[in-house]
């Protein structure tokens, strides 16, 4: 096992990455744990994790909401249920919500720890690649609105995240893919040496090779780590993380949320984002080449949908929690392993990019 | 005009106190309003000073969302309604919600603002005595759950809160009593000095004198200002804020929420816990009968209802947010100007306190 520190002074908090580590999870876990731990995890995780973990936790006093798989179950109303459950067990504001799951439980979990009694412990247990080395680091908790996704929640640091690679035997092909896509995007925004670990190891990694998977989580965890640190409610430098996201929420509402994966658009956008780079003169085309090709081995797309046209690009670019004083912000890459914030951008390289089609 | 600073760090703001400051609000607030001020208050307070508000605010973007009145709407559905209602606006996460009103506007504003794009600025103007000295500093915001009140909430500090006591003057008498309970507390818990002076300056503040409501005004703040200072999220020290609270919620259940102001059924809670404090030796008999003349120089009640049985209370305490473990926590003063946070009291001085009927 592994371990890192979230360095955020009196909200600092370990993240623990290795594979197999659900049976010692009282352990790892202990200093973060209550005595009163309430789950929320879904319909897909809870027969295959839950009954091992709630094990794990021994005399505790335990209770669970099981929501919905998926996107859509991540409202408002599931939120308000988990609330009205929560506040059923008559647990107090010394228990601990504990969520098992992918991105949507997380974020969900994450804003009913922050919400229930103006704010209580916090512990993440991801069981997807996206969320192992993207949601569950950095304390951003929301839920979505009809208008847009996460347009409501909080920030809300975990006491601790333990991900356990193990998680990932169970996990569709597709939704691995996704999670790489983020991986992939820490390597082009911030650490080229990286990048290139990863073209060398993403066969282990599609294959699920353990060790191949903890090195990458922890670097992807590292490189979140350090951004958030330095920039915890995201005025500045944390919207680097947003690389290829712009793009990507685009694609994500035109296709109707759950055509497309979160990362897959992601993939896309970030493909947007380096041609418009190198169309600029930052990125080098060879590098560009070089972004393709690991976003295909991880078997991601590297181009939006066909069927959008430009009128449809700019009304959902401009509905994007980036867009500050009616500009849209962008994420661009400096080269591998650097990127920029700018609302800077020639209108005819977007054009281009975003309808450009890549087989 | 007076100003005093909450000092918390990166999030210290100021307090303004005076009378008439309307008219100057813009330039007093200019550097903590943005661009796009979505405005929160209810239909009591809409008709008085909403219109006065907005033509100060000049050629910002401005929207409105007007509550009802009273805790009844202190929901989430309200709550949802409005950020209904503010995304409907299509500000973006620079804009600044503004509460226009009492407790119950400024509580449900300040959730609205804490959860909209995870938190953007907020600012109050508190409209009521009660939340002019209480409610409107220290950052807590919340809505009400059918189980209990505010069950549901954040943390989140305002950018500046602008106190006139001009607004007073629309105040039925009955609500500024309620207020002045707070007040009173602050004497109490932290500071003999101060109470004193509201012995002396008690006709005056009951008279609406705007330079003694200032100073009242400016001395609550302060006190409750170093509290949250010193303790934001109520980890130890602010529970002290909570005298008589924890027998004024059990009243105000009772009752059914409306009955009883709660400023009212803290001031009984006040009488109760310092005859606890006098049979435990700590207070003396004389400083308990300052404390009863000045409640009832306030207009204030000194005892609980008569028809609430020890039953009755021995669960409506158990359900009390400060239960923790499964000990109540009650605040108790030791004599004039201090207070300690305590979960040992024996039941029969508790017995005895609550079920004192004072004419």
Redesign the interface.
């Known amino acids: 096992m592994q371990q890192l520190i979230v360095e955020l002074g009196s909200r600092s908090y370990p993240i623990f990455v290795g594979s197999d580590l659900l049976p010692t999870l009282a352990n790892t876990l202990q200093s973060s744990l209550n005595q009163q731990i309430f789950i929320i995890t879904n319909e897909v995780v809870a027969p295959l994790y839950l009954e091992a973990v709630k094990a794990q936790l021994g005399a505790r006093d335990i209770a669970t909401f099981v929501m919905p798989d998926g996107e859509a179950a991540k409202t408002?109303t599931t939120w308000?249920e988990a609330?009205?459950a929560l506040?059923?067990t008559g647990f107090?504001?010394?228990c601990t919500v504990l969520a098992l799951g992918g991105g949507v439980v997380g974020d969900l979990a994450g804003?009913v720890a922050?919400?229930?009694?103006?704010?209580v412990d916090f512990v993440q247990m991801p069981t997807t690649l996206l969320s192992q080395v993207d949601s569950s680091v950095g304390g951003?908790?929301?839920v979505n609105?009809p208008?847009?996704k996460?347009?409501?929640?909080?920030?809300h640091q975990p006491k601790a995240v333990l991900i356990d690679t193990h998680f990932l035997t169970s996990l569709p092909s597709r939704e691995l893919s996704a999670g790489l896509a983020e991986v992939i995007k820490y390597g082009i925004m911030a650490d080229a040496e990286f990048f290139a670990w990863l073209e060398q190891y993403m066969p282990a990694l599609m294959a699920l090779d353990q060790r191949a998977l903890t090195q990458a989580i922890m670097r992807s965890c590292r490189c979140k780590a350090e951004v958030v640190s330095d920039d915890e409610?995201e005025h500045g430098r944390r919207a680097l993380l947003n690389l290829g996201h712009t793009f990507g929420h685009a694609i994500e509402k035109a296709q109707g949320y759950g055509e497309w994966l979160h990362g897959e658009a992601v993939a896309a956008g970030m493909a947007i984002a380096c041609d418009i780079s190198v169309e600029q003169g930052h990125m080098l085309a060879a590098d560009y080449e070089r972004v393709l090709t690991l976003l295909r081995a991880a078997n991601l797309p590297t181009s939006a949908p066909a069927s959008m046209d430009w009128d449809e690009w700019q009304q959902l670019m401009l509905r994007d929690?980036k867009?500050?004083?009616g500009k849209v912000r962008f994420i661009l890459p400096r080269g591998l392993g650097d990127a920029v914030i700018t609302d800077k951008v020639a209108e005819s390289l977007i054009v281009k990019a975003v309808s450009r089609q890549r087989g």
Chains 1, 2 share one sequence.
């Open positions: 408002l308000s609330l009205d506040l059923a107090a504001r010394d804003f922050a919400s229930f009694h103006r704010g951003k908790t929301a609105h208008r847009g996460n347009l409501i929640g909080a920030f409610r929690k867009v500050q004083g």
